[in-house]
């Protein structure tokens, strides 16, 4: 009784109560990504370096790590098909449960075989929660909670997750004590390896109770509509089912022009991203001779930083709207990423990192919410699916072309062209989006 009337006095609150007023199934998913953010980052952490500590060389470390992206690549798309025709919750509950036991069997593994294939495994049954996350958030909450729900999933996966990193490290250093070897040997890092298993199992085990809505067809809402009230039904449906409804009238190519204006933006913000953030840590280390702890807690604490601002966003949205404000928030990052590259002391480059990070937790949930509303319910895990892909094709030609303009060119020269690919993104989406007229059913 008590709690119940504590959260409904928070649910009353006109700026935060949007947090506390979730069903049951968000709740389940949040607490998901709450372990999947835990898990990503203990692995980050410990994964690479139990690698190499079997004696393999520096090489076949990244051949390694370049497994699990690749599965996530392999899967994404195929995997967003699947889960718009069986359902979301299925291929989730099998993700969640796969993802710790491959994650036992990379603990487990010596040989380059079973090393690369537990990777390789791991990005392939990473990919349903990719997939059918965000569906599901979307589908499980109204218009007013959807920006809500997708900000603090954000700041559970990138800010509190970020948090995991501590534990990656304290894991080996316990196991060291205990079997009195240095905290980068083997048997204390497989341990850490296994902690990340168990971070992400434990919060899967609730996902048997999310619930998951029925899926109509935009085009049957749209039509079911009495014909001659076309001006009040264009005030009425929002912004993202007339851009639902446009792609419905036109069919399937109606469709593929809606993922096209939705996901070349991305791949672009996604490959300027990849081309700053790959290799910021090297960039930072050797421009301002920045020792690796003190690396750690630059990174660490802008990413808690950064997925907390994630948590004003549905107030700013009240205020800008959607496509305002993801865009302004890709324009006022162009700059950032400039200063990074160019500051002559460290100071001035760690703020700019900061603003950088709080930038992106305002842009990352809003425009995932945008993206969501933009399609029907019933692609929306399809369009997951994508976004998967465009996210591996960015990040990878984005660290191609930043590891290739640091070594030929400068230390600075990826970050103004990672800049113009932001400016060029958010000038896309306006231009496809901004001008959009409302949708109006016309009488046959």
């Not at 009337?5 to 928070?10: A, E, F």
């Not at 939705?262 to 913000?269: C, N, R």
Request: aromatic share 10%; proline share 5%.
């Amino acid at each position: 009784m008590v709690l119940a009337s504590l959260m409904r006095r928070l649910s009353a609150n006109r700026r935060w109560g949007v947090y506390f007023s979730f069903n049951r199934t968000v709740y389940i998913l949040l607490l998901f990504t709450l372990g999947k953010g835990f898990q990503l980052s203990i692995g980050q952490v410990t994964i690479n370096l139990y690698v190499y500590s079997l004696t393999h060389d520096l090489q076949f470390v990244g051949i390694c790590a370049a497994m699990s992206p690749l599965g996530a690549l392999l899967a994404g798309v195929p995997m967003g098909l699947l889960a718009d025709r069986v359902g979301r919750k299925p291929l989730l509950i099998w993700g969640g449960l796969l993802t710790p036991l491959s994650l036992i069997l990379l603990a487990l593994s010596t040989s380059p075989l079973l090393l690369i294939t537990a990777n390789l495994v791991n990005g392939f049954v990473a990919s349903p929660y990719w997939v059918t996350n965000l569906p599901l958030l979307a589908e499980n909450t109204n218009d007013e909670q959807r920006v809500g729900a997708l900000a603090m999933n954000n700041f559970l996966l990138l800010g509190v997750g970020a948090l995991g990193a501590l534990i990656g490290g304290i894991v080996p250093e316990m196991a060291s004590q205990v079997v009195h070897q240095p905290a980068d040997a083997t048997l204390p890092l497989r341990w850490g390896v296994l902690a990340a298993a168990f971070v992400v199992l434990l919060p899967a085990l609730p996902l048997f109770w999310v619930r998951e809505t029925p899926r109509h067809p935009v085009s049957e809402t749209i039509t079911s509509v009495p014909v001659g009230t076309g001006e009040h039904i264009a005030e009425t449906i929002r912004p993202g089912a007339e851009r639902a409804a446009w792609a419905a009238s036109r069919g399937r190519w109606g469709l593929v022009a809606l993922f096209a204006m939705l996901l070349i933006p991305d791949v672009l913000f996604t490959t300027g991203e990849g081309m700053v953030v790959s290799l910021e840590q090297l960039f930072f280390h050797l421009r301002f001779l920045l020792d690796l702890g003190a690396l750690g807690v630059l990174i660490t604490v802008a990413g808690v930083v950064g997925g907390a601002t994630s948590l004003v966003a549905p107030g700013l949205v009240k205020r800008w709207g959607q496509l305002k404000m993801a865009t302004t928030m890709q324009y006022l990052s162009a700059p950032m990423l400039v200063l990074i590259g160019f500051s002559p002391v460290f100071l001035l480059a760690a703020v700019a990192e900061f603003m950088r990070q709080i930038l992106r937790g305002l842009f990352e949930p809003v425009y995932a919410a945008f993206a969501m509303e933009s399609v029907s319910a019933r692609h929306r895990a399809t369009l997951s699916g994508f976004y998967s892909l465009t996210w591996s094709i960015g990040y990878s030609i984005g660290s191609v072309l930043e590891g290739f303009l640091q070594d030929h060119v400068s230390l600075s020269a990826s970050f103004p062209v990672g800049a113009l690919l932001l400016l060029i993104s958010a000038t896309l989406l306006r231009v496809f989006f901004g001008r959009a007229k409302p949708f109006v059913p016309q009488a046959k």
